[in-house]
């Protein structure tokens, strides 16, 4: 098992920036594809972005592409997420998870199995 724990989230203004971390304990987050999501009030929770075990290949949904950076550094046991020109639109709870060992982080969130907590993101205009 791994267990997951966010951090750095804020009230930032419009345009700024922010930089979320994702702490790891339990199992070696090395042997783990991980995937941050987001849920604002009212809505489902979805899919921000993913990173493979290595760190080599990310995915992003459209809405961030190019404003957000998923990286991942086993030797830290941290995922983070670098947060860029943000807009009221990104305010919302942003989780980290990660699927089974061995599972794929894919853009579904039922597909997790380990969260975190969560880390709140409001972004003022």
């Known amino acids: 098992q791994v267990q997951l724990v966010e951090s750095g989230g804020g009230l930032v203004q419009a345009g700024g920036s922010l930089r979320l971390s994702c702490a790891a304990s339990?199992?070696?987050?090395?042997?783990?594809?991980v995937g941050w999501f987001r849920q604002a009030p009212g809505k489902e929770r979805e899919f921000v972005a993913s990173?493979?075990?290595?760190?080599?290949?990310?995915y992003y949904a459209d809405s961030v592409k190019g404003r957000f950076t998923i990286s991942k550094h086993n030797g830290e046991r941290t995922i983070y997420l670098q947060l860029s020109s943000l807009k009221p639109d990104d305010t919302a709870v942003y989780y980290c998870?990660?699927?089974?060992?061995?599972?794929?982080?894919?853009?579904?969130?039922?597909?997790?199995?380990?969260w975190g907590q969560g880390t709140q993101v409001t972004v003022s205009s």
């Open positions: 990173v493979d075990k290595n760190g080599g290949t990310t």
């Open positions: 998870a990660a699927p089974s060992l061995g599972r794929p982080a894919t853009r579904i969130a039922t597909d997790y199995d380990y």
């Open positions: 339990g199992r070696t987050i090395s042997l783990y594809e």
